[in-house]
Each structure stands twice: as structure tokens, then as C-alpha cells.
């Protein structure tokens, strides 16, 4: 067994790449996503990339089956169990009003009904000292209740479990007894860290989709196993490391962002090759577009995510990659509403039936439609895995729209990609602008099955000059996938005053938390060889009631031994919010430990080298593009990337086209071949 592999399951299609180790060899595959059987579609994927399961030594899955599971609310019958006078800090939430005059503003909706909220009473301080005992009788007889209920899965939140979780494993020992069948998730398990209706939301989320993903993750495991596969699998997590699927299945959340999680990881590869520092990362896939930033090629992490957005979503506090999506992708619709204004995305055609051009049954009008409308995709190509482009069932998508406009076709496709542009620009924004961080600073990595096709425009409205598409880009978080380590996040909430606090006292917390890391990563099913450990720190001004997290410099003996964490949060607060105190006290209010485990990776292969001018076998014909509807049709030269070679300077307008997605350059831009065969983009005015 000498295969290692990874699957991407997104909203459209489902990735594979797998490298031999002993030959160096990529195999790929791409196959549509099956949304009503997942799994068809992993091993439509494997087939597809011929990956022999019986050789198989490692494969790594990331899925989109948490996201949606929450978002279409599509998940078990599910209880909450909470402290005696908190049944209705879930409903309550932060009652924050981010459009303080928007009159539709409408606020979070639960996961759980408020009938399907309990209370036991117990009681702890916020120092884990027992207040008041768990009542052993009341807590067996709300058990049975849920019993009697037919609750799937039953989540547990008490006050102050993260500090003393006594109360909460007594319990959960209590609802498995009486529940046997039932999922059972204890908030601490997920999440050590303060605030109670994020750590209410997040646990209610994990016991939500629990059932589902744990089911889902056996049912794979026992499937390779039927089709004689002898690896174990592995899951990808939020966080940019893979896990075992038994910790996957008991913190399910951790899978929300898995797979754009991959793309990050292999951005972070390529840049170390290319001596980058920070960078981009664009992901334009069938269904949206996500982007994250990289800097001093670390992993960009946020302790909170927000489940549809912070204006209405609800909050998951778990270590994850700070990736923010939109709804635009290769799939999104074109729409109008009551007032005939139009829209694009985020609702998307999906892989059933998917764009008209397609030709799977699909008939409303998508950027891919608008694509091949104005020659950006061949009007008669075939996509990856033999499915040919319908040319005019794209035409009398668009043509429908641009009727109830009263425009002209080919105006309505430019505008359908002028619009999805300027969705997918304020991604970047979102990680940037919004961020203090200008991102002309930056060179954008460019990926997924849509991602270079509408780069060029997106780095336009960015104003963004340098642009990078890696090789095989529609599996690039696949790939990126199999760059990943294993990795395990502990937090752990303790307010501690800088100059009350000796350094020592906070060493060793560190170190506490560090061990607990390493047992648990080396106890998982995942084997890992060099460990090497992260710290970083929850730190405020006194009187603040926010936090920012910044890595843990070294805390030195003797004396005042915090005065490098003190420095280090005043310049993290400075360049977040562009004012600090340095003169005011500080606090620590969380410790944070990461553990990575090194696992084996494929080598970046290189590509022969060639002169400036491309070879003759590269150039594959001229097609009319339309790039500005005012200015009709240009003559577009075509290029088969696979015959490019390093070195090679392709001028645009050019269309350069691989099986599974094409690099659109626009009239003045330029991009270079590198050494590994990514295409170095240089953004024309």
C-alpha cells in the first residue's frame, strides 16, 4: 500500500487527488457531487482518478455535509439541557442589531425549540468551586422525559463547565443510560472557553448534526473497507489539520469549513515554495467563493464562526480557519425580484441539475451559463469527467433573462459576471479592508473549478496586480488536503491580571494544556511522528469586554517575566483597531495550545523548462471572446496549459485551458510559467 489520497466533496462536484509515493505520481479525478447519497459520489471520484482501493495507505476527507446539514436545518431531533435559570439564554442570544435601522432586521432562529429546552438544577462559580450539587434525581428524571420524547441527540451546556466540568460529565454519564440510542455532546468537550450563549450555540450545532456526520463517517469507513480498501480514514478539520474519525464523529462542528480549510493549507505550501510571506486565497467553486489571508504563512485562525453571516447567524466557537464565503460560484443563479432589480446567487443550481449549459435538465441562467455565452468557456468543450457543454442551452438561459430586461443577450451575460465579480471582491474585502489590511499588499491565489476563469476581473475590482493559478486549480483543495498535518486546538478560559500573575503560573498552563494536547493527538488513530506545539493567548485591556488573539511570545523567568506578552498584545491591538494603551493593565483571559503531528506530503513537482515563446503544440486554435459587450467579439487565442512549459510568457487576451477549468486573461495581462508550473499572472489596467 503505497497511495495517499484525499476527497473534496463540494456543493457541485466531489475532488480526488492521490499521489504514489513510490512513483511521485498524481492521479486525478472529478466527478459531480450526489447530494442524496454523499458517498456514491466519493467513490464516483476515486473511480474516476482510478485509485486502486486495495492499495490505498492514507486518505483524508473533507465534506460539506456539516454546512449544510445547518444551514438547511436539515438535522436530528434535538434536546438541550442547561442549568436551573438558563433555559433561555439560547433564545436570548447577544440581541445584537448590526442594521440598527433596517425594519425587516429578523434575529437568530434556534436549532431547538424552547419545549425541547430542560433545566437541572446545579451550580458552579466561575472559579469551578460547587455552588450548589447536581441533583442526581431531577437530572435521571429529565432523561427519561427525553426518553419518552424520541429525542435524537440531547446537547449539555452548564454554567461554568468550561472551568470545573464535573457536574456536566455526571450527567452526561446519566443521559447515555437513559438514552442509549441517542447522540449525547457535552459543551466542554467542544469548547473550554467562556460565554454562555456561544457555548450553548456551538454545542446545540454539534448535537444537531451529530447523528448525521457520525453515521455518514461510519458508513464511509465501513464502505472502503467492503470495497477492500485497509486504511484508516481520515477527516479534515476547520482548523487546517486532519483527525481521526472518531474525534471528527464526537466534534462534528470541526468539519464546517474542511474543505475550503484544504485550499488554505496547499496556499501555504506553494507560498513557502515561491519564498512567499502573505498571500490570498481565492476559492471559486460551483456554489461559492471563500477567501482567506495568509500572513508570515500562518494559518489564519478565528475563534468564532458565524453560521449564516454575523447579522442572523449563530455563533460556533471552535478553532477555524478565518475563511469568509459568499454565494457566488460557477452554479449561481441569475434572478430578479419584485422590483425586476437583479441578483446573482446565492441561491445555485447545484449538481442536480446544475447550469443549463450542462444539459442535466437545468434551465434558469448562471455565471457558467454567462461564460459560455461570451466564449469565456468553449460553447462546445467537455468538462472534466466527459460532460459535454451545451452551447445553446446556455444561450436560451441567458436569452430569457435578457428579455425580461429588455436587454441584449450578450449585455446580460457580462453583466450576470460583472455582478458575481463584484460579490466575490467583497469576500476579499471582508479579510482585508475590513481588517485594517490593504490588498494590494498581497498576491491572490487563484483556484477551484471557477476561480481562474474570473480572477482577472475580481483583482480589478480589487486593484490588485499579481495573481498566482497553481497547477490543477479545480483540485486544489483536494490536493492542499494531503499538505495538511494532524492537528488538535485546547482552549482554555482563566482570567488572569498581567502584574498579578507571575510567569511561571502561566508557563505552566501552558505546559498542562500542552500534555493534554499530546495525549490525545497520539492516542487518535492518525499516526504522527515530529510534534511541534503553537501557543497563543485571549488578551484585553482591563475593563474591555473584547479580546484579541495573538501567539504567545516567550514568557521569561524571574521578575516581571510578562512583559514580552504585554508588548506583543499592545502592537496586536494596535494594528487591529489602530490605537493601543500601553500605559493600562492587560489581562490574559484564555490560554490556547495547537499540537501538530507531521504527516508524509507530496513533493511540488517542477515542469520542464522552455523558452519565452510558448511551444507550437500549446496553442490549440482562436475563439471570439467577449470581454466588453461595447466592444464586441475579440479573436482569443487558446492554449492547452498541459504543453506549457516553464519559462513561457502568454500574453492576453488568451484562454488557457486544462480538463477541469480555464485561465481567462484579459486584454493586458500577462502570465509567466514558473518552475513548478504555476501561472504567474501579472493584472493588465
Not at 87 to 95: A, P, T, W
Not at 146 to 168: K, M, Q, W
Not at 446 to 451: D, E
Not at 665 to 672: F, I, V
Request: glycine share 10%; hydrophobic share 45%.
Amino acid at each position: 500500500m503505497a497511495i495517499r489520497a484525499a476527497v473534496d466533496i463540494g456543493g457541485t462536484f466531489t475532488d480526488v487527488v492521490a499521489y504514489h509515493e513510490q512513483t511521485g505520481e498524481l492521479l486525478l479525478g472529478k466527478a459531480l457531487s450526489t447530494p442524496r447519497d454523499l458517498i456514491r459520489g466519493v467513490f464516483d471520484g476515486l473511480t474516476a482518478a482510478e485509485v486502486p482501493l486495495d492499495e490505498l495507505a492514507f486518505l483524508i476527507h473533507g465534506s460539506t455535509i456539516v454546512v449544510n446539514a445547518l444551514v438547511e436545518r436539515r438535522g436530528a431531533r434535538t434536546a438541550l439541557v442547561t442549568t436551573a435559570g438558563f433555559r433561555d439564554v439560547y433564545e436570548i442570544g447577544r440581541i445584537n442589531r448590526p442594521d440598527a435601522f433596517n425594519l425587516s432586521f429578523t434575529r437568530h432562529r434556534p436549532l431547538v425549540p424552547r419545549d425541547l429546552i430542560f433545566e437541572v438544577p446545579e451550580r458552579m462559580a466561575a472559579d469551578g468551586t460547587v455552588l450548589r450539587p447536581l441533583d442526581e434525581e431531577q437530572a435521571r428524571a429529565t432523561a427519561r422525559k427525553l426518553a419518552r420524547l424520541g429525542v435524537e441527540a440531547v446537547a449539555v451546556l452548564l454554567l461554568h463547565a468550561y472551568r470545573n466540568p464535573e457536574h456536566e460529565r455526571r450527567l452526561g454519564q446519566i443521559l447515555r443510560d437513559e438514552l442509549p440510542t441517542s447522540y449525547v455532546t457535552l459543551s466542554h468537550e467542544i469548547s473550554r472557553e467562556y460565554r454562555e450563549f456561544e457555548r450553548t450555540s456551538t454545542v446545540v450545532a454539534n448535537a444537531f448534526v451529530g447523528p448525521i456526520v457520525s453515521d455518514y463517517l461510519g458508513r464511509l469507513a465501513g464502505r472502503l473497507r467492503h470495497e477492500g480498501a485497509r486504511t484508516s480514514l481520515a477527516v479534515m478539520q476547520s482548523n487546517g489539520g486532519v483527525t481521526d474519525v472518531a474525534t471528527a464523529s464526537s466534534q462534528c462542528v470541526q468539519m464546517l469549513e474542511s474543505g475550503p480549510a484544504g485550499g488554505v493549507v496547499g496556499t501555504i505550501a506553494l507560498c513557502e515554495a515561491l519564498a512567499f510571506r502573505e498571500a490570498i486565497a481565492f476559492d471559486m467553486g460551483g456554489t461559492t467563493a471563500k477567501s482567506a489571508v495568509i500572513r508570515d504563512l500562518t494559518f489564519p485562525v478565528a475563534s468564532d464562526y458565524f453560521l449564516g453571516g454575523y447579522r442572523t447567524g449563530l455563533p460556533i466557537r471552535i478553532p477555524c480557519l478565518d475563511i469568509v464565503e459568499v454565494g457566488t460560484g460557477g452554479g449561481s443563479v441569475a434572478w430578479l425580484d419584485d422590483a425586476d432589480g437583479i441578483h446573482v446567487g446565492p441561491r445555485s443550481a447545484g449538481a442536480e441539475p446544475g447550469p443549463a449549459c450542462y444539459g442535466r435538465g437545468g434551465t434558469e441562467p448562471t455565471i457558467t451559463d454567462a461564460a459560455v455565452v461570451l466564449g469565456h468557456l468553449a460553447p462546445d468543450g467537455i468538462l472534466s469527467g466527459g460532460l459535454p457543454l451545451d452551447g445553446p442551452a446556455a444561450h436560451r438561459a441567458v436569452a430569457a433573462l435578457a428579455g425580461r430586461l429588455g436587454l441584449d443577450t450578450t449585455t446580460t451575460a457580462a453583466g450576470i459576471i460583472a455582478i458575481g465579480a463584484a460579490a466575490m471582491a467583497n469576500s476579499v474585502r471582508a479579510v482585508t479592508t475590513e481588517r485594517g489590511l490593504d490588498p494590494r499588499d498581497f498576491a491572490l491565489f487563484a483556484y477551484g473549478g471557477n476561480g481562474p476563469l474570473h480572477i482577472s476581473l475580481v483583482a480589478r475590482e480589487l486593484a490588485i496586480t499579481r495573481v498566482v493559478v497553481p497547477p490543477m486549480p479545480a483540485l486544489f483543495s483536494a490536493l492542499g488536503m494531503l499538505m495538511a498535518d494532524a492537528r488538535l486546538d485546547l482552549v482554555q478560559t482563566g482570567v488572569r491580571t498581567l502584574g498579578g500573575t507571575d510567569a511561571t503560573e502561566i508557563e505552566e498552563a501552558y505546559r498542562r494544556l500542552e500534555a493534554e494536547c499530546e495525549r490525545k493527538l497520539r492516542a487518535s488513530a492518525v499516526d504522527v511522528d515530529q510534534l511541534d506545539f503553537l501557543r497563543a493567548a485571549d488578551m484585553r485591556y482591563v475593563g474591555q469586554e473584547h479580546t484579541v488573539t495573538l501567539p504567545a511570545p516567550p514568557l521569561l523567568p524571574g521578575g516581571d517575566g510578562t512583559d514580552a506578552l504585554k508588548r506583543a498584545f499592545d502592537a496586536a491591538h494596535e494594528q487591529r483597531y489602530s490605537h493601543s494603551a500601553p500605559g493600562e493593565p492587560a489581562q490574559v483571559v484564555s490560554l490556547r495550545v495547537s499540537v501538530v503531528g507531521k504527516l508524509g506530503k507530496p513533493d511540488i513537482a517542477k515542469v520542464a523548462a522552455g523558452d519565452a515563446a510558448p511551444p507550437p503544440q500549446a496553442r490549440t486554435g482562436t475563439r471570439d471572446v467577449v470581454f466588453d459587450p461595447a466592444g464586441g467579439a475579440v479573436p482569443t487565442a487558446v492554449f492547452d496549459r498541459a504543453h506549457l512549459l516553464a519559462g513561457n510568457l502568454v500574453t492576453g487576451p488568451a484562454a488557457i485551458e486544462e480538463p477541469t477549468t480555464t485561465t481567462l486573461l484579459r486584454p493586458g495581462d500577462r502570465a509567466l510559467v514558473d518552475e513548478f508550473g504555476n501561472l504567474l499572472v501579472e493584472i493588465g489596467a
